[in-house]
Structures are given as structure tokens and as C-alpha cells.
């Protein structure tokens, strides 16, 4: 697998307007056999929007952070903006795939896509499985959606919409059986809703009473609930975010120990050097030998 040196940033790949629809901020795409212009692909990488593919059959493997996923047939795939991703190639591929942006779902009509278990993937999963039943109807939601994609017009943002609604809604029932997230009750929304705050403030905010405020409740009260839910100190969930970034930015660029430490947050080299042992048990420049052994 290729890896950035440290004169190269890891690029963040934003998603373009096809000819057919204009539309910046959602798009389909599908591949009967047909190969992708996939060269940039196969360097590590971001993208700026959601992703979710219907894989037929395909005949490589991807990985999503320091995870590989054998392409198997007939299962979804889907990842976010935060995720690093490296395909390493295909010599034919049968799928299909959406793709939208945070915009798209920043939409007055679209905000409560937001809120759905395989849009928060809070479990951090990437693949799931599907029954015959499950495959049958996510190729009619497809299809439908295909139609409405190739007709521009006023109404098709709206009709876009209510068929991805239909769909992330059905992928979300399954996520939640295949991954046990099944739990409603409000201390455990809460607890969504703090890691979803750490996912998008990690880098920035550091305390637990910051994150309470961001969610208009006392430090307290936070820790609490989090304790209780999760059974792990409130803390802990924002330092291990950090450390799954850390681990992402040392597996798959050969940026240097400073430069990651700044990324992070980190005014000092030596802190975060302490603050990864502390967490973790082995040092940075470790970590990066062992998992490079290991995957390499």
C-alpha cells in the first residue's frame, strides 16, 4: 500500500458535477463491468462528502482507516468525509454508488438525514451485510433513484430526496441490527450526541465542559450519563478520538511526528509523544514501525 512522504498532503477529494444532473452536492455512479479512472485512488485519501455502494461484484479489496474489507458480493460499503480511504485496484467492476455532500444534507428538507445510525456511524463500521429480501430492495431503490437522477428539473431535488430518505433509512435499521445500536432512550442519544460533537470539535476542544456546553448541559451531568452508557469516563471518548486520528495520520502518510502533533492540536512534540504512550502503551515513531510491519 502506498503512503504520503511528508512533502505531500493527503488529499481530500471533492465531489464534481457530472453532465447529467449539474448537481455539485449529490451524484450516482455506476460501473457494469466497466473500470473507474481510479490512479488517484489508489494513494491514500479523503473525501469531502458520503459515500454509499452497492457492490455486486468486484474482485480487490479497499481500506477505510487502518481497516482492510475484502470486496464482497452483494453488500454495501459506505463511508464519510472524516474517513482515509485506499482501493488497491480492480480489474472489473459491477456497482453502483451514491455520493452527497454535508451541504446536501444541510438542506431545510434533508437535516434529519443527518441524524440517521449509518450517517453518525458511531459504531465506526463500513460494511453490511444483506439478505436476498434486503438486496432486492435496495436494487428497486436504486433504480428508482437512477430514473429520477437522469431527468433534471424542478422537482427532481425532492424526489432525490424522499428515495435516498427511503434508502438511508432502510440501511440505518440494518446498521443498527448489525452492529447493536439499537437504543433510543435519551441517556443514550445523549451519548450519540457527544461523540458526534467529538468528531467534529476533536481537534479543537479538549474538556469535558466543553463539549457539555456545546450540548446545553452541565459537565456533570455529561460525565454522568457518558460513565453510565458507555462505561468508560467522558475523557476517554475524546482522547481516543484523537488517538484514531493519530494512528490514521502514522499508518498512511510519512508525515513527521511534529507536523501530526500540530495537526492534532498539539502545540508540543514531546506532550504528544506522552499523550499517545499514556493512552496506548507505545510511542508514535512505534506504532508506525509495528503497523508498517505488519501491513506492509
Not at 24 to 39: A, D
Not at 251 to 276: C, M, V, W
Request: glycine letters at 4%.
Amino acid at each position: 500500500m502506498q503512503t504520503f512522504n511528508q512533502n505531500q498532503q493527503l488529499p481530500i477529494y471533492t465531489l464534481e458535477a457530472d453532465e447529467i444532473s449539474g448537481n455539485k452536492n449529490f451524484r450516482l455512479y455506476q460501473f457494469e463491468g466497466t473500470l473507474p479512472n481510479q490512479s488517484e485512488l489508489l494513494i491514500p485519501h479523503r473525501k469531502d462528502h458520503y459515500l454509499v455502494v452497492l457492490i455486486r461484484h468486484a474482485d480487490s479489496r479497499q481500506w477505510i482507516d487502518m481497516t482492510p474489507y475484502i470486496l464482497k458480493n452483494n453488500t454495501v460499503y459506505f463511508s464519510g468525509p472524516s474517513h482515509i480511504i485506499v482501493k488497491e485496484g480492480f480489474k472489473q467492476l459491477w456497482s453502483t454508488g451514491i455520493a452527497f455532500t454535508k451541504e446536501f444534507l444541510s438542506l431545510q428538507e434533508n437535516a434529519s438525514l443527518s441524524k440517521l445510525p449509518i450517517i453518525e456511524n458511531l459504531h465506526n463500521g463500513h460494511e453490511l451485510a444483506l439478505t436476498e429480501a434486503d438486496l432486492n430492495f435496495v436494487e428497486d431503490v436504486l433504480a428508482k433513484i437512477n430514473v429520477e437522477y437522469q431527468k433534471p428539473g424542478e422537482w427532481q431535488q425532492r424526489m432525490l430526496t424522499a428515495y435516498l430518505t427511503v434508502l438511508l433509512t432502510y440501511l440505518s435499521r440494518l446498521y443498527t441490527e448489525q452492529f447493536k445500536g439499537g437504543d433510543h432512550s435519551a441517556d443514550k442519544l445523549l451519548l450519540k450526541s457527544f461523540q458526534a460533537k467529538i468528531n467534529e470539535c476533536y481537534r479543537e476542544l479538549r474538556e469535558v465542559g466543553e463539549y457539555a456546553s456545546k450540548l446545553n448541559i452541565s459537565a456533570g451531568h455529561l460525565s454522568e450519563v457518558v460513565k453510565i452508557q458507555s462505561g468508560k469516563p467522558a475523557i476517554k471518548h475524546i482522547h481516543e478520538r484523537l488517538i484514531l486520528e493519530a494512528q490514521r495520520l502514522l499508518f498512511h502518510t510519512q508525515n513527521p511526528l511534529k507536523e501530526i502533533a500540530f495537526d492534532l492540536g498539539f502545540s508540543d512534540t514531546s506532550y504528544f509523544n506522552r499523550f499517545f504512550k499514556r493512552e496506548t502503551g507505545i510511542t508514535p515513531a512505534d506504532y508506525r514501525a509495528s503497523i508498517r510491519e505488519m501491513y506492509h
